[in-house]
């Protein structure tokens, strides 16, 4: 049976901040993957922590994420890195440089896996919007696009594959609905449309036999 490993990594979004095990999206992935591809033995790890921007996460990179050997891992940062709190607040120069090495990092990983030429796949995730009538003027949408921008643009220069959140919730409608009480985190709406996009992106990468596709 071919074994294959999906590491979720980010903030408080994938970690679930104020949801139940059921409702984040990685556990989630954990318990349908083998329904769905049952031909492919799954190890799918929550890697993500509360609060981290990427300078948390790069330096947590080799500790949390390569130390499994994925072949994916799914990156979702930028909501705390936007926010202009003196704790948090990372600049579009920093953001960009910690994201562009952690993308690297991942890619250079041998994972030793044999699929995807031994290389594991980033897919970058755009984080979704705020309610700024909460969180104005610490965290907007406007600013929080020009980090969207940075994770669009190493996308493609990266060649990983992109889930754009933020406008699949802009376009959901009432996007507030997607997200808890407190305006950042999401509530169990939002966890099943994340969930979705993610389980959307995967089967993108399984062929019919189950087998990881060759991306680069």
Request: net charge neutral.
């Amino acid at each position: 049976m071919i074994k294959t490993t999906i590491v979720g990594f980010g903030d408080s979004l994938t970690y679930g901040y104020g949801v139940t095990r059921n409702v984040k999206y990685i556990e989630r992935l954990e318990k349908f993957m083998p329904l769905y591809f049952p031909n492919i033995g799954w190890n799918i790890y929550n890697a993500a922590s509360n609060g981290d921007t990427t300078r948390e996460g790069l330096k947590k990179l080799e500790r949390k994420v390569l130390s499994h050997n994925p072949n994916i891992v799914f990156i979702l940062f930028g909501s705390n890195d936007s926010a202009t709190n003196e704790k948090q607040f990372r600049s579009l120069d920093e953001y960009e440089d910690n994201l562009r090495k952690i993308i690297t990092k991942i890619k250079s990983h041998n994972n030793r896996t044999g699929l995807n030429k031994c290389i594991p796949i980033p897919i970058l995730i755009t984080p979704p919007p705020v309610r700024e009538d909460i969180w104005s003027p610490i965290r907007t949408n406007n600013r929080l696009k020009q980090y969207i921008y940075i994770v669009k643009s190493l996308a493609k220069e990266y060649n990983c594959p992109l889930i754009d959140f933020f406008e699949e919730a802009m376009n959901y409608g009432d996007y507030s609905e997607l997200l808890s009480d407190d305006g950042l985190h999401l509530s169990e709406k939002g966890y099943d449309l994340l969930y979705d996009l993610t389980f959307l992106e995967l089967t993108k990468l399984i062929n019919y036999e189950g087998v990881l596709k060759d991306w680069d």
